[in-house]
């Protein structure tokens, strides 16, 4: 079975599309969650608000590659404007311009994880073989000798001296890596191992429906009915009252034109990032507070990917995020 | 014992009588909103571009492009001649064309910034008169009481602004060679 690749801004009209599993966001951990979901014979609709970035498009140009690969052109910040979050944005997510060094948690992070905040399965044990299966997939390895510069070589020497514990990182970058030193801008000579190059194809193959350009707009529950400044048309009335949507449009095309789609799913999973998915789950949050109760006692958030299974019709529990215990593997 | 006289009372326009003390007062206010109103218009006008530089403005107004040139000024200055100025390399109008790109309410929230350091900051900070008329050591002060200032917001801003003008400064090739740097690999050929 072979799935698609498609843009929000393509697809003409109202469409419907069935799926066990939506996923939003297409950086990390969402191509991962989608060829993880599908290779297990889940239907997988991937929904990403960015654009398919391609490498021959790269200009390896700041003032043109910022607006294009950061969420919000670069100027995401937190609601008091003092900080700057910078986040991905595309097909791909962070990976598409990050550096690629490629670190494993530190176990000790992961014990505080299982210790302070109750999460099951990922001590350093458990989390090992899917670490090492990513890095496989993902071609991690070791940075050669001949790669490092002068300064790395100076640093190097220093930490030696100084008896302080160190050694090489490691990346995913392959042999078409020249060095340019503008992976930051995006690789134009496609040589990062990342989440586009590498897993998307895989989560296609396995029969996952990916579309760009696709932002989510509401995501409902099961029975409910949308608040009354989200019925703006009869449409959305009518599919909420069906069962849980995820619904898009194509931000950047005429108000008056954007395609839009309802997606009915049984789980909903968050690949938004470390920046975006507390805040997706905090306004679901909000909503099960407007449903009084009705939200789903399985809803949980990781840094980079949390999935929610929406309760059964009068089910009743909390949405609060860090208390609940991790979503049921599909 | 002989009583106080009462306040003369005179016909207004309406036909009521206006009291002394209210024509007093009447008289006060007008003159402060005259005041306020003057210094308002002195503080709004003036601003000037080049016909050809408004014309190619999408985002900017003139008023704020003067004040986006007074700030690049200030953070671009070169004391050595191996920069070209940002007037050369047009560091405004650059910035312009990058608000396009920028989500618009953070394009909004960029603009009021602009507004807010030419009339607000430089009161706010001991010096009277708007920015771009400010001596460049003034603008300086303004500027670096902004950047670590206990205002988060104002911090924030400035950094923001800051970035904007650098970037759209050193998108120009002009500005590269005095870095060092020869530019992009891709589109070079073989």
């Known amino acids: ?16 599309w069935r799926a066990d599993v939506v996923i939003c966001g297409g950086g990390a951990g969402g191509c991962m969650a989608a060829r993880e979901l599908a290779r297990a014979g889940l239907d ?16 390896q140009r700041e003032d043109e590659m ?35 060094l490629c670190k494993r948690t530190p176990d000790a992070i992961l014990d505080r994880w299982a210790d ?26 070791a940075i050669d000798e001949a790669r490092m510069n002068a300064h790395n070589r100076l640093f190097r020497e220093g930490v030696e001296r100084l008896g302080v514990r160190g050694g090489m990182l490691s990346h995913n970058r392959d042999e078409r890596c020249i060095g340019s030193g503008f992976c930051e801008l995006g690789c134009a000579f496609d040589a990062k191992m990342n ?15 990916v579309v760009t350009d696709a932002r989510v707009r509401r995501v ?16 959305a009335s ?30 909903i999973a968050s690949g938004a990032g470390c920046a975006s998915t507390p805040a997706r789950s905090w306004r679901a949050c909000s909503i099960a507070r407007w449903r009084r109760g009705r939200a789903s006692r399985r809803a949980t958030s990781a840094p980079s990917c949390s999935t929610s299974r929406p309760a059964r019709s009068g089910a009743r529990g909390s949405c609060r995020a860090s208390r609940t215990p991790p979503p049921p593997r599909p | 014992m002989r009583a106080l006289p009462l306040p003369r009372a005179r016909e207004g326009p309406g036909g009521g009588r206006v009291g002394r003390r209210r024509f007093f007062r009447l008289g006060v206010a007008g003159s402060i909103a005259l005041g306020a109103g003057g210094l308002l218009a002195w503080q709004t006008s003036g601003y000037e571009v080049p016909a050809g530089v408004a014309r190619r403005l999408r985002h900017l107004s003139p008023k704020e492009h003067c004040v986006v040139s007074a700030v690049g000024a200030r953070i671009l200055r070169a004391d ?9 390399v047009e560091t405004a109008l650059a910035l312009d064309g990058l608000l396009g790109t920028l989500h618009p309410a953070d394009r909004r929230d960029l603009l009021a910034l602009l507004h807010v350091i030419e009339h607000a900051m430089p009161p706010w900070f001991g010096h009277l008169g708007r920015f771009t008329r400010l001596g460049g050591v003034a603008q300086d002060e303004v500027l670096e009481a902004m950047r670590t200032g206990s205002s988060g917001l104002l911090r924030a801003g400035f950094e923001g602004l800051k970035a904007l003008v650098v970037l759209a400064y050193f998108s120009d090739a002009r500005t590269w060679e005095a870095i060092g740097y020869d530019g992009p690999l891709v589109g070079r050929g073989a």
């Open chain 1, 116 to 141: 302070e905040h109750g999460l099951e399965g990922v001590r350093p044990g458990d989390m090992a073989p899917f670490f090492a299966m990513v890095e496989r997939d993902l071609g991690v390895r």
């Open chain 1, 44 to 59: 997988v609709v991937l929904l990403e608000q960015g654009d398919d970035q391609l490498p021959h498009t790269f200009t």
């Open chain 1, 238 to 267: 009518s599919r909420c009252a069906r069962g849980p949507c995820a619904w898009r449009a194509a931000p950047s095309a005429p108000r008056s034109s954007r395609s839009r789609a309802s997606c009915p799913m049984r789980t």
């Open chain 2, 80 to 88: 050595d001649g191996a920069f070209p100025s940002h007037d050369e």
């Open chain 1, 66 to 100: 910022i607006p294009r690969m950061f969420a919000r052109a670069g100027g995401q910040r937190t609601a008091d404007r003092s900080m700057l979050v910078l986040s991905g944005h595309g097909l791909g997510g962070s990976t598409v311009h990050n550096i690629n």
């Open chain 1, 220 to 235: 409902l529950l099961e029975g409910s009915a949308p608040p009354a400044r989200w019925r703006r048309s009869r449409a």
């Open chain 1, 1 to 16: 079975m072979s799935g698609s690749q498609e843009r929000g801004r393509e697809l003409a009209g109202e469409e419907e």
């Open chain 1, 195 to 209: 989440a586009r190059r590498v897993l998307v194809p895989e989560a296609i193959a396995a029969g996952a429906r």
